[in-house]
């Protein structure tokens, strides 16, 4: 029986109606119209799905609304300061998003929502990774079209942002 | 079927007359200014292009030959594509083919739009064209600087009512100042930030979602069907084709779980390990598509005599997401919003699966996940179209990942045989090359359509694609390269990146090792010695040089190279692997590759350099990893573990060495790099062990195998 449920989603409550088995993805994707977290595999082996419960990377193709209802959620659409999708580039964006894009890292682009956001999950636990590190941070993610030197390229870039964000004088 | 020589000719050459394979043949259908481009009033352009972005950056390529034509900055064109309202009719996108006949069409289209703008300024300035400067839009007088007028106030918004003569002035790539540079993709920072990007994001109002629940194999055919097995759902039942639609997508999900259908299967596949010896006992159509001298009499007179058979298995495209489309099909109009390579094309087949009149029916292309080659796309397009008319609402269809592993169409298995001879001084003198492929163009055969009708699919309009790259560019006295055209194969299979190139190339490039060393010479000089294109042996001297070829290695590693011109005569790569090889498990880790790129002149360097590294792990990944299983008539590699690709933690470090020839046309870059991988780490495995393996996938158990 769907029941209403209450996510918090990029900051925001939402009531959502759904029965308390529906995978999270159905939920942020029908319900609240979102787009960066997408369908893959639906059985957390591809990554592409990849949003944040508080600072945990969890893929929510399989995980249960229900069992997301006592975290804040942050998808890609929340990980920019104004927590709104932006067509054009803008000072507000994630350090991670910007590195994406200096690196021009990625191909289609299907994958680049978990690569993102598992950069953003690595780099908050450990802002200076090793290549080891990162590879292994994204070994759960595939990309098929082969843009991985470029991912792990951003994920290096994003580091270095993130210092100049911390320290802007390089002190 | 042409079973013929002469007929497969004549139907290619039929082919080569339709518009995406020739550069003109687009605009011979779409021959005004006003089908490519539109000045808009804010100064902004718009680019009706029909060619499509299976996922490779090329809409930015496409932009930036606009920008360069027309003289407008990068940022102010919009591109539009694969839209049958509204862009023109250029076939399908496959083939390497964006660039050079897509590009083509666009760069003249701008030419001649930039020619009427300068004319209609010289009036209105009054002033000989020859003294007027275009820059960014702003067109001037060069001796009165400051009497400048804009293309919007020109032409804003006004069609320019134009033909496009191919005779207007193109800019010399010497003037270039967008085209050749490492211009930002476009597309990038919507699909950053979660904007609508993707066919998977296609929202219609009052939209439910549908799965189409597939039989256990093609041919099975429905015995009984339980629709009281499943709630909040609708089912449909078209032949052999069943569908169940929802209000929302889980409903739909659960609801293909749930329903209880008996099916009766009749048939069955050859068994994994008797494939190959199966297709060789099929009747089939052969062609020599290459015969120089007297190749028999040469191998008997040769010193040394080499032998090899090779073996390509089927492989998926393996996209991360899965097939999607979302359509809208009323009475008398219908829209298909799906990721198909091309949009008229499809139009035509959706417009008779749903009996309707083509003009009834608009496609609209939005991106799907990187496709590398014919996917499920139209078949999801086809399921939406056919569910949509059935409930009589807007419907989205998703394919399950275990639907797309079992139903796209791969690319097929091939078996290729090769002889050759030496001389006394080690040089190549005679060889047979023989190759057993099926078609790997397939024609319309949608899914549903097929389970609809319950009729097999068609068979293909011309045998292609297998004997892609069979022939070298080596010069070898007595020479012959047959096609063996197999008539199908169990597995459902079409077109994937490089088509018959990668395994031929694989067979073709490990026979030269072969022969190199039985002719105990170093791989590279033994390629070199061989060939005469200047363009060539600077490939495989740069590669080699990058990748420091020769150098000693340490225990358990081995360097490899192999060369090819894509088609015979595109892009020209040559490619330098380098891998570990564990002697007692066997397995392979690709440590480092090295690519020398030419393509003649570069469009966007960033561009073609995400290709080539995207063509090289994709490729080390098929080499290394891939093969699709199965058991009876059922798939058995139905997931990531299953199916398993490369990961980061095996992805080898790539690089790549551009070689610009602005002088020479721009040809593709989104298949070559693909054909010269696997023989590479084939040859480096043998550079390292002495072992050589003649089946992809080089898993631990086949290097295992080998070593012993």
Redesign the interface.
């Known amino acids: 029986m769907a029941s209403e449920l209450t996510i918090t989603v990029n900051g925001k409550q939402h009531r959502v109606e759904?029965?308390s088995d529906?995978?999270l993805l159905?939920v942020l994707?029908?319900e609240l119209?979102?787009?960066?977290p997408?369908?893959?595999?639906?059985?957390e082996?591809?990554g592409?799905c990849t949003v944040l419960l508080g600072s945990k990377v969890v893929k929510s193709c399989k995980l249960p609304v229900s069992d997301a209802t006592g975290g804040a959620i942050t998808?890609?659409?929340g990980?920019?300061a104004d927590g709104d999708?932006?067509?054009?580039?803008s000072a507000s964006?994630h350090p991670v998003?910007r590195a994406?894009?200096e690196e021009?890292a990625?191909?289609?682009?299907?994958?680049?929502?978990g690569m993102?956001m598992a950069t953003a999950a690595l780099l908050w636990k450990n802002p200076h990774p090793t290549d080891e590190q990162?590879?292994?941070a994204?070994?759960g993610?595939?990309?098929?079209?082969?843009?991985?030197?470029?991912?792990?390229r951003a994920v290096k870039r994003a580091a270095e942002l993130f210092d100049k964000e911390r320290d802007p004088d390089g002190r | 079927m042409a079973d013929e020589p002469s007929e497969w000719i004549e139907s290619w050459e039929e082919d080569s007359e339709r518009s995406e394979w020739s550069e003109t043949g687009a605009i011979k259908k779409a021959n005004q200014v006003d089908d490519w481009l539109a000045l808009n009033p804010d100064g902004t352009v718009t680019v009706f292009c029909g060619k499509i972005d299976s996922g490779t950056g090329v809409q930015t390529a496409l932009a930036q030959i606009v920008a360069e034509e027309l003289d407008v900055p990068i940022e102010r064109v919009q591109m539009v594509m694969g839209d049958t309202a509204r862009t023109p009719d250029e076939g399908i996108t496959a083939g390497s083919t964006t660039i050079r006949f897509g590009g083509f069409a666009l760069r003249h289209a701008s030419a001649e739009a930039r020619r009427a703008l300068l004319e209609l300024a010289s009036d209105r300035l009054d002033a000989a064209l020859d003294e007027l400067l275009v820059r960014d839009g702003v067109i001037s007088v060069s001796r009165r600087p400051a009497q400048t007028i804009t293309y919007a106030e020109l032409m804003g918004g006004k069609r320019f009512n134009r033909a496009i003569t191919l005779q207007a002035p193109l800019k010399r790539p010497e003037d270039y100042r967008v085209v050749g540079k490492p211009i930002p993709r476009v597309d990038l920072p919507r699909k950053f930030t979660g904007a609508p990007s993707f066919v998977h994001d296609v929202r219609v109002p009052g939209m439910w979602h549908a799965r189409v629940v597939r039989p256990p194999s093609a041919s099975a055919e429905l015995v009984s069907i339980d629709e009281t097995s499943v709630q909040d759902a609708r089912v449909v039942r078209l032949g052999n084709f069943i569908g169940v639609v929802a209000e929302r997508e889980e409903q739909a999900v659960r609801a293909a779980k749930q329903l209880k259908v008996e099916w009766r299967e009749t048939e069955r596949w050859p068994e994994m390990e008797e494939l190959y010896t199966s297709i060789r006992r099929q009747a089939t159509s052969d062609d020599t598509v290459r015969e120089e001298g007297r190749v028999e009499s040469a191998l008997r007179k040769a010193t040394a005599q080499v032998e090899a058979r090779y073996r390509q298995p089927f492989q998926a495209h393996a996209a991360i997401g899965p097939s999607c489309a979302v359509a809208d099909v009323q009475a008398d109009r219908a829209v298909i919003w799906c990721s198909t390579r091309g949009v008229y094309p499809l139009r035509d087949e959706l417009a008779d699966l749903l009996q309707m009149r083509p003009e009834q029916v608009r496609v609209i292309f939005v991106e799907g996940s990187g496709s590398y080659g014919h996917t499920g796309s139209e078949d999801a397009a086809a399921d939406a179209a056919v569910l949509s008319q059935a409930v009589g609402r807007p419907v989205r269809v998703q394919w399950s990942r275990e639907d797309e592993f079992a139903w796209e169409p791969f690319a097929p298995a091939m078996e290729m045989e090769v002889r050759g001879g030496l001389d006394p001084q080690g040089n190549v003198i005679a060889l047979a090359y023989d190759v057993w492929t099926p078609s790997h163009v397939a024609g319309a055969q949608f899914l549903a359509g097929q389970l609809i009708s319950g009729q097999p699919p068609e068979p293909p309009e011309w045998s292609g694609g297998g004997d892609r790259n069979a022939p070298t560019n080596y010069s070898i006295p007595n020479q012959r390269v047959r096609v063996h055209w197999l008539s199908g194969l169990p597995l459902r299979t079409s077109s994937m990146r490089s088509l018959g190139g990668a395994a031929n190339t694989f067979a073709n490039e490990s026979f030269m090792d072969e022969l190199a060393a039985v002719a105990k010479s170093d791989p590279l000089e033994f390629r070199l010695r061989h060939l005469d294109d200047p363009r060539a042996i600077e490939v495989l001297k740069i590669a080699a040089q990058n990748a420091n070829w020769g150098a000693a290695l340490p225990q358990g590693e081995g360097q490899g190279i192999a060369f090819a011109q894509y088609e015979n005569e595109e892009a020209y790569v040559a490619t330098v692997a380098q891998v570990h090889v564990d002697a007692k498990s066997g397995e392979v880790r690709v440590k480092r590759i090295v690519v020398a790129h030419d393509c003649g002149l570069i469009i966007n360097p960033d561009g073609l350099r995400n290709q080539i590294e995207g063509n090289v792990i994709q490729s080390t990944s098929r080499a290394l990893k891939e093969q699709v299983t199965w058991d009876g008539s059922h798939i058995t590699s139905l997931d990531w573990d299953s199916y398993p690709i490369l990961k980061f933690s095996e992805v080898p470090d790539v690089e790549i060495v551009l070689i610009n020839h602005p002088d020479q046309r721009a040809v593709g870059a989104g298949e070559p790099a693909t054909i010269t991988t696997a023989p590479a780490i084939a040859n480096a495995i043998f550079a390292a062990t002495g072992a050589r393996v003649r089946e992809i996938p080089f898993t631990p158990k086949r290097v295992r195998a080998a070593l012993t």
Request: proline share 2%.
């Open positions: 759904a029965t529906t995978p159905y994707r029908n119209g979102l787009n960066g997408q369908f893959g595999c639906g059985s082996s591809c592409a998808t890609l659409e990980l920019s999708t932006l067509t054009s580039l964006l998003q994406f894009i021009q990625a191909q289609c682009g299907y994958c680049s929502n993102i990162i590879r292994e994204l070994d993610n595939l990309c098929r079209c082969g843009a991985h030197l470029r991912i792990l």
